[in-house]
């Protein structure tokens, strides 16, 4: 078992629809030296218009992300899936990977029939070094160094946290050099705060951290916000029924005999509050919990642990506190859209495992097979998934039927004037250009018009 | 040179399971493995640790450490805590020169209390009785008959002392 610290460059922010352009992971063994390395590129997508500021921050042109002798984005990603399996088990790290980079991996393995779970998978963790490096600068301060902006706000970017530790950051978004610098990053925070390091690792994995919370009558919390970081010592009262991996937890400071007697509205304001109301963990997001007898006691507000667990106890076994959160919870929650596009369905249910042979027997078979092998999985996603791979890969291979309506889909993601489409229009690029430096606009204005607006 | 260990003394193992039982004041299950041993002054590293290594034990500079397979099952781990801790515990003269590598899986570990070698013997025994207490497993059980071939009531049990339904089982054949 080992560590696999990888990075992705993209089109852009958007986690669903951008793609990746460039994917680098090191793997390494449990004193963080590099034992294997995996570098690769695709080329752009026709249906994703890469965000102008993407493309420069990554020092990729339109030109050659658009490169016809880059392997495809398929290609790619059959390469990163079959590399990361054969380097499971193993506990993945990035830098504000677990909000990112994990969300556009899950995504890129999802929309090319993969397991969009792999990191996840039993045996695997999954740890965010931000988090890491944001905790260490809380909890103890001195044993990192905390970038200064000019305007005297911390920077937790990571070439400015590189820079002011001391470490070689050439090159940064480059998806390799970034890599590398996590681990350098990751070594640094490791010799300067074990005991944060070990808690961070024991975080990576869903059972460790229900285990801290179901084990504990009450457990401290560093939530940020931003950039600062605030300890609240929380309590569990109910897993969240809409999600499995969520546990809904309340602040020891509560107020649970008013919540009690407010109207289901009132109450929702109340659980809703930030400061005040539920603290949601999720148990697959390497939460920041300390148990209290490992607690700093300049965190626990000036009580002692006996106290805590005293009032944790009293807030639990308020009668009927966990029926009413959840009543609340039922009643005041927004209704969640229903996704009507493939890239907003992964988080509709979970994969069907029905298909799971018939996706590597899709994935083995040659392209000249798979329209057939497609129309048998049983996961309707899937079966739609399939048809736009084809579509991408051998449109030569596509139902005539099929075809017109797969071009006309995602060609109108280029020119739909639809005021709040979720993805990237073309116009939207173009408008974007002017966030660009003066000195590059010109040039970029150019590829794109070139590429998109030819006429 | 380290010592030779050379017959394992399971009823002592037990004894010091029970004593910190008692001394930690432990009414109910789950048993805070991890807190017992802070409080003993032991330091706990998780790391995903290589292949199928659960848990280390070593003294470095005087400090008792444990070092735990992050990648592996919270059960497991608070199994690995536990055996660990019997290391530490009763074994201290043989981790001086050494670090304690511990491999395998958490059955073929819990079969090992019936094996050959004697420190894994007492550890298994320790662990045994520290993370399913013979007094809290009665309270549970009530006096009620158990088929330990019930995935049901084994699950229950499991959960409440958090520990996986093989190691209840083999806890409960052994008490029997």
Not at chain 1, 130 to 159: C, E, N, Q, Y
Not at chain 1, 173 to 192: E, F, M, P, Q, Y
Request: hydrophobic share 40%; net charge negative.
């Amino acid at each position: 078992m080992a560590f696999v610290f990888y990075d992705v460059e993209t089109t852009g922010l958007n986690t669903r629809y951008d793609q990746i352009l460039s994917f680098a992971a090191i793997k390494t063994d449990d004193e963080l030296n590099e034992l294997d390395r995996l570098m690769c590129n695709c080329r752009l997508m026709p249906h994703v218009v890469p965000h102008p500021i993407a493309l420069h921050v990554n020092g990729i042109t339109l030109e050659a992300a658009d490169n016809p002798s880059l392997p495809s984005h398929y290609q790619m990603m059959r390469n990163v899936q079959q590399t990361l399996d054969a380097w499971s088990p193993a506990l993945f790290i990035g830098y504000n990977s677990i909000s990112f980079d994990e969300e556009v991996l899950r995504h890129a393995l999802y929309l090319t029939l993969h397991n969009p779970y792999l990191t996840s998978m039993p045996g695997n963790g999954r740890a965010d070094a931000l988090a890491l490096v944001r905790t260490i600068a809380f909890l103890r301060p001195g044993a990192l160094t905390v970038a200064m902006r000019d305007d005297g706000a911390t920077s937790f970017k990571l070439a400015d946290i590189c820079e002011a530790n001391g470490i070689d950051h050439v090159g940064a978004h480059s998806a390799i050099n970034d890599v590398l610098a996590t681990i350098a990053l990751c070594k640094k925070a490791r010799d300067g705060d074990d005991e944060t390091w070990s808690r961070f690792l024991r975080s990576s994995t869903k059972s460790a951290v229900r285990e801290l919370l179901e084990g504990e009558d009450a457990i401290l919390h560093i939530r940020f916000s931003g950039n600062t970081g605030v300890p609240v010592v929380i309590v569990r009262v109910a897993q969240d029924p809409s999600d499995a991996n969520c546990q809904l937890c309340l602040p020891i400071d509560f107020p649970a005999s008013r919540f009690m007697a407010m109207s289901e509205v009132d109450a929702g304001a109340l659980l809703f509050d930030r400061e005040q109301g539920l603290v949601r963990i999720k148990l697959n997001k390497g939460p920041v919990l300390c148990p209290l007898y490992e607690a700093p006691e300049t965190l626990l507000g000036g009580r002692s642990e006996a106290q805590l667990l005293t009032d944790a106890t009293i807030l639990r076994e308020t009668l009927g506190l966990a029926a009413f959160v959840l009543q609340v919870l039922h009643s005041q929650s927004p209704p969640r859209p229903v996704p009507t596009e493939l890239e907003d369905m992964l988080y509709k249910r979970l994969p069907d495992r029905q298909d799971d042979h018939r996706l590597r027997q899709f994935h083995a078979a040659d392209w000249e097979e798979r329209p057939v092998l497609s129309r048998a999985f049983s996961d309707p996603r899937n079966r739609a998934l399939a048809r736009r791979l084809t579509y991408l890969e051998r449109p030569d291979l596509c139902d005539p039927d099929d075809i017109d309506r797969l071009h006309a889909g995602l060609r109108r993601r280029l020119v739909t004037t639809e005021a709040e489409s979720p993805w990237r229009t073309v116009a939207a690029a173009l408008q974007a250009l002017q966030e660009l430096p003066i000195d590059v606009q010109d040039g970029a204005r150019s590829a794109y018009t070139r590429k998109y607006n030819p006429g | 040179m380290t010592p030779e260990f050379q017959a394992a003394d399971v009823d002592a193992a037990v004894e010091d399971a029970r004593a910190l039982i008692q001394r930690f004041e432990i009414v109910a299950a789950p048993v805070p493995v991890e807190r017992i041993a802070r409080r003993l002054g032991v330091r706990v590293k998780y790391a995903p640790l290589d292949g199928d290594l659960s848990g280390m034990a070593y003294i470095a500079d005087g400090v008792k450490i444990i070092g735990v397979n992050a990648l592996h099952h919270s059960n497991r781990q608070r199994f690995t805590l536990a055996h660990e801790l019997a290391h530490v515990m009763r074994h201290a003269p043989y981790l001086e020169n050494e670090v304690h590598l511990d491999r395998g899986s958490l059955r073929r570990d819990w079969l090992a209390s019936e094996g050959t070698d004697p420190l894994e013997i007492e550890a298994n025994a320790f662990a045994a009785e520290l993370l399913m207490p013979r007094t809290l497993l009665d309270a549970a059980i009530d006096g009620r008959p158990i088929d330990i071939e019930d995935d049901e009531v084994m699950g229950i049990l499991a959960r409440r002392f958090r520990v996986s339904a093989t190691a209840m089982r083999f806890r409960l054949i052994r008490l029997a």
